[in-house]
Structures are given as structure tokens and as C-alpha cells.
């Protein structure tokens, strides 16, 4: 039978079933549903990107003590809303939200649009996480697709294939969009994503505890976590670098890296290259080299390729005045941990800290 072909007696029984259980153990208390606004939605939707709930929370309501509506994001320096972000990981994340927000504030009045397409549009915001704001921050039918929301879809009619595949992933939003209700659209929402964080987890389901567990086509068949079928594997490639841990006194010299790109936008420590020694790296921007100390390797994964970041510690003198440009500052090294950095970097940076008095 056509797995779109499901009848409507079975599809209003699945959303009540499933509004059933969101009633009783669907998640009521999460900071950005209270209230829920478009924004706050949104801002919630973006950092729960790849990211679990448990991390979001603290950065959730930091962000939002800082700025409280697209304005106040939108008037804010760029570097200021990647400090805040720094740790969460996906800058570009934070770099879309920022821009999205100046159209928001431009084009918008302020205001998130009301219109699905208007706010696909918008840098960084996907048909899920339109349909997240549509549904859950403006009370308007929507259907999503997010990680949680494909995993209780495949399982429920083991639908073949790995969600990232375009025929796949089409084939699950025609569910998403079947079993989308009229009324009660943000509950359903909800209590889909809760279904797939909670209960249809990725590894050891608890089956018993689903409200979709006599209908569920992966439970029959005795191997619910083959479903969804995993992204086909391919060997990340390896990658070298060395950052140069230039400090002069209690100063390091930190470098701003390109506004695009691995690490867009975010204070970092200055590369060499591999085949290039350290000292000759420092004395080319004028500097002298008092100490050099090689520190162990550190190893960094991110989604397309591995980085072993190769540190070397060297104290320095001299003017360095070749240094002293737009995207280059000396800062104190008690002061590090107030800039947006990347998490190895930030490790680096406290370890510094940790050794200097």
C-alpha cells in the first residue's frame, strides 16, 4: 500500500494518539515557550541545530538577557553576538541569525514575517525551521522535518533510505505534511520533536512507551533502530596546522579570521605554516623569540575533515609594530575568555592562562 495512501479514519486516530501523549509527557517547561514568540522560537530552533537541549538552555537565556527581539540582535556588532555564541559550535549559525535579524529589522519592521516564503528567505532559516516559527511562535499550520521529527517518521513507516538523500528526504516531508494538522498544529509539532528526543531515540528506544508503538512499521519488524538508514560513511581527510602562541609579557597576540568561512568571524590564534619554523614566523612580523615550547597535539573534528592543530608557545619581544593592524590585537591573557573564540582555541587560550601568574 502506498504509505501516503493512509486513511483518514487512521490519520485523525495517529494525531489524536499523539496529542494523547504530548498532553501527558510532552515537554511544557522549556524556556522559549514561555512565552513563545516568533523570535524566541526561532532563536531556540537555530541553536537546537545539531545541538542538544541540555547545552541550549544556559545559552538560550543568556542570548536573550543580552538581546531580547530581532532589533536589539540586529543593532548589535557582529563580534559581540559570536562571544555569546562560543562554545554552541556551527558559527555560521550565529553569523545567519545576525544577518537575518538586520533584514528582519530592515525589510520587516522588526518583526519576523508572517509568510512561510518570506521567511525561508531569510539567511539560515530552512523550510523546518520556518515551518518551527510558522507553527510553534505564530499559531499557523506548518509542517516540520527537523532530525527528531525524520527519525519518528522512518521508523513509523520504515521508510527506506538515508533522510539526506533528496527523494528520501521528499518522501518524509509528503508525511509530515499528511499527518500536519489544522488544529492544535503547535502541539503536534511539539509533541513530534519530544517524541523523537525522548522516546524514538536513536539508539534503545522505548518502544513501550510510544503512542504510535501498535502502528510503528520499524517496532514490527523487531530492528526499530535500522530506521532511518545512517548517511552513507566516507573517510574524513586529515588536516595540519600550527598556531603560534605568541605572548609578550601577559599578552597574547590573537588574529581575527576572515568574516567567512571555518571559524568566520572569530578571534583566533595566528597560523604558520607547517614547513615554515615558528621563530622565523615571529621575526617576520618583527618580533623576537625569548622561549619556544611545543605542546601536544590537538585534535579537532568537524563535519567534512579532522584538524590536528599543532601549538607552539613562544614568548616573545620586541615592537612587532607589522602585527599592529585592523584584524591583530595584543590582549591581556586573563582577559582571553571574554572574546569569541572556537573551542580549541579556547582551550589553548586556558591553558595560557592557567601558566601565567
Not at 513530534?192 to 536513536?202: N, S, Y
Not at 614547513?275 to 601536544?296: N, S
Amino acid at each position: 500500500m502506498d504509505q501516503l495512501a493512509v486513511p483518514a479514519a487512521d490519520v485523525a486516530q495517529a494525531r489524536t494518539d499523539i496529542l494523547a501523549w504530548f498532553d501527558r509527557h510532552g515537554r511544557h517547561d522549556l524556556p522559549w515557550q514561555h512565552p513563545a514568540t516568533p523570535y524566541r522560537v526561532w532563536v531556540s530552533e537555530v541553536m537546537l541545530q545539531q545541538t542538544q537541549v541540555a547545552t541550549v538552555v544556559p545559552y538560550f537565556l543568556r542570548f536573550l538577557a543580552r538581546f531580547p527581539d530581532p532589533v536589539a540582535l540586529a543593532d548589535a556588532p557582529q563580534e559581540e553576538v559570536l562571544a555569546l555564541w562560543a562554545g554552541l559550535g556551527y558559527y555560521a549559525r550565529a553569523r545567519n541569525l545576525h544577518r537575518a535579524a538586520q533584514e528582519i529589522r530592515d525589510r520587516h519592521g522588526g518583526e519576523l514575517p508572517a509568510d512561510l516564503a518570506a521567511l525561508e528567505a531569510l539567511p539560515g532559516i530552512g523550510r523546518s525551521t520556518a515551518g518551527a516559527i510558522h507553527s510553534l511562535g505564530q499559531g499557523r499550520r506548518a509542517a516540520i522535518l527537523d532530525g527528531n521529527v525524520k527519525r519518528v517518521l522512518a521508523r513509523w513507516h520504515a521508510v527506506e533510505g538515508w533522510p539526506g538523500r533528496s527523494a528520501v528526504a521528499r518522501h518524509l516531508w509528503a508525511l509530515s505534511e499528511r499527518y500536519t494538522p489544522a488544529q492544535r498544529c503547535a502541539d503536534y509539532n511539539q509533541a513530534m520533536m519530544d517524541l523523537g528526543a525522548t522516546v524514538c531515540t536513536r539508539r534503545a528506544p522505548r518502544c513501550p512507551q510510544c503512542p504510535l508503538q501498535a502502528r510503528c512499521r520499524a517496532r514490527a519488524s523487531g530492528q526499530p533502530e535500522s530506521w532511518p538508514s545512517p548517511k552513507p560513511k566516507r573517510d574524513r581527510p586529515l588536516r595540519q596546522t600550527r598556531m603560534l602562541i605568541l605572548q609578550q609579557g601577559n599578552q597574547v597576540l590573537l588574529q581575527k579570521r576572515p568574516p567567512t568561512g571555518i571559524w568566520g568571524g572569530l578571534w583566533s590564534l595566528p597560523e604558520a605554516d607547517m614547513d615554515k619554523t615558528p621563530e622565523r614566523h615571529a621575526e617576520a612580523i618583527g618580533l623576537k623569540v625569548d622561549t619556544t615550547a611545543h605542546w601536544p597535539r590537538l585534535r579537532h573534528a568537524f563535519t567534512h575533515f579532522e584538524l590536528d592543530i599543532h601549538p607552539v608557545h613562544l614568548k616573545v619581544s620586541g615592537a612587532g609594530q607589522q602585527v599592529m593592524e585592523s584584524d591583530t590585537l595584543w590582549e591581556s591573557i586573563h582577559e582571553t575568555g571574554t572574546r569569541a573564540v572556537a573551542a580549541p582555541v579556547a582551550r589553548l587560550l586556558q591553558q595560557l592562562r592557567e601558566h601565567t601568574p
